[in-house]
């Protein structure tokens, strides 16, 4: 059975129910890639005001496969911020190179931060998730974690990969890897993953990402177009004709 594939980047903004603790645990750096798997969320979009944009994201997946062969997935994301910080990011199929058409919609995610509404949108199903965050979630810095062992005495380091641009934009690049011993790489020999991350300061956005580990593939995710100015309104609304679901936790008596 395949390897599940994909990337975990910061992605898409951690949502729902797990949104709060998940954001803790991240504002300092989208978390590492635990390896390849079945989704890849995306890029992370800060709840920033005052700096609207939309733009396109396109995903691709690299999997190594035990015969030595590589199986190649791609897709796209549509994303966009309004003046007022609100968010808005897809989530698409990966699909094979010989895949003609445009990859379904999986779910979208909007994200309000004057209401802390985070609203999850399934278009198969015509369902809307709602749930009501406690707090609001703080933009994340634009920072790495300092060198630290790693898990199983694995090595990780930082170092500054620059500036370069894409799409028009302005990004600095930092690059992560993890040097896991042979005696616990499941290889038998050294192995050292690979994560470089471009950041906007101007949109306060991730917005290209590539990981690479030799025992399962490479996965990117790039943004390949953006749009300054306010998106489409339509982006930060369910659609008509949704049921929406409120699953907001009932408050526990003190």
Same mark, same amino acid.
């Given at each position: ?62 999997? $190594? @496969? ?10 796209? =994301?549509?994303? !966009?911020?309004?003046?007022?910080? #609100? *968010? ?81 934009? $302005? @990004? ?10 042979? =005696?616990?790489? !499941?290889?038998?020999?050294?192995? #050292? *993953? ?61």
């Amino acid at each position: 059975m395949r390897c599940c594939l994909v990337l975990t980047v910061l992605a898409c903004f951690c949502l729902a129910s797990s949104l709060a603790t998940s954001q803790e645990q991240s504002l300092q750096h989208p978390p590492d890639y635990p390896g390849v798997r079945t989704h890849i969320p995306g890029v992370f979009i800060t709840p920033t005001a005052g700096a609207p944009f939309s733009g396109v994201v396109e995903i691709v997946s690299k999997e $190594l @496969l035990p015969d030595g062969s590589v199986y190649v997935r791609r897709t796209f =994301n549509n994303i !966009g911020r309004n003046s007022a910080g #609100t *968010i808005h990011n897809e989530t698409r199929r990966l699909v094979p190179p010989t895949f003609q058409g445009e990859p379904d919609v999986l779910s979208f995610h909007i994200y309000d931060p004057h209401t802390r509404l985070s609203t999850f949108v399934y278009p198969k199903t015509h369902i809307a998730r709602e749930v009501l965050l406690k707090e609001q979630p703080a933009v994340p810095p634009n920072s790495t974690p300092a060198t630290l062992e790693g898990a199983q005495g694995g090595k990780l380091t930082t170092k500054d990969l620059g500036t370069q641009t894409v799409a028009r934009v $302005l @990004l600095i690049g930092t690059r992560k890897q993890r040097t896991i011993p042979a =005696n616990f790489s !499941g290889t038998g020999r050294e192995v #050292t *993953i690979t994560d470089d991350y471009w950041y906007s300061e101007e949109l306060k956005v991730y917005l290209v990402l590539r990981h690479n580990d030799p025992r399962t593939g490479e996965q990117t995710v790039g943004i390949t177009k953006v749009e300054r100015g306010e998106p489409d309104a339509a982006l930060f609304h369910v659609p008509a004709g949704y049921k929406v679901l409120d699953e907001t936790p009932i408050a526990e008596s003190p």
